[in-house]
């Protein structure tokens, strides 16, 4: 089956940095990734998703990279703000099963 | 605001207990899955049925037992329940699975079980 690591497990920055978590994953027949954010106690929201033909994706502070060769994946925050403090996990999906990381905490210093 | 809804949000039983989660969706969407997540927040895929038909069945004691009576219900139901069965579970659903561009899948907001 798939096997998708994560890292960092934590993560802690000050406001307005950029922070950056990444994601490996074991089968190249995964082709869709999505990225869930997590607050306590509420469910995962999905904040943004690349697939497997797309290298690269955008959407305002999120942005999320794809390299299939290597088999790995990103996301990038930047001007991080207090709110974005939460569990992020990322996924790699290959036929219906979505396999996620084990999550990034990360915390936003004002 | 939620497409997906599950009742309980909080449930707390007595082992060898048998209760149920229930799990509704009203996006019209295919596919239904639950989740586990436990203390350390790793989640983890159970089942997924596709339009009432069990499609994934991961390695879960068969005391749960998923039960769909129509597309837009996926029920999870679990016998003589264990300590270890605490956890968080999610119910998530997407337009069709195995079908890229509706395959994004959309979670409910949780059903918190404690086992005593």
Known sequence: ?110 | DTAVSQTPKYLVTQMGNDKSIKCEQNLGHDTMYWYKQDSKKFLKIMFSYNNKELIINETVPNRFSPKSPDKAHLNLHINSLELGDSAVYFCASSRQARVQGRDTQYFGPGTRLTVL
């Open chain 1, 1 to 110: 089956g798939e096997n998708v690591e994560q890292h960092p497990s934590t993560l802690s920055v000050q406001e307005g940095d950029s922070a950056v978590i990444k994601c490996t994953y074991s089968d190249s027949a995964s082709n869709y990734f999505p990225w869930y954010k997590q607050e306590l106690g509420k469910r995962p929201q999905l904040i943004i998703d690349i697939r497997s033909n797309v290298g690269e994706k955008k959407d305002q502070r999120i942005a999320v990279t794809l390299n299939k060769t290597a088999k790995h994946f990103s996301l990038h925050i930047t001007e991080t703000q207090p709110e974005d403090s939460a569990v992020y996990f990322c996924a790699a999906l290959k036929y219906s099963t979505l396999t996620f990381g084990k999550g990034t905490m990360l915390l936003v210093s004002p």
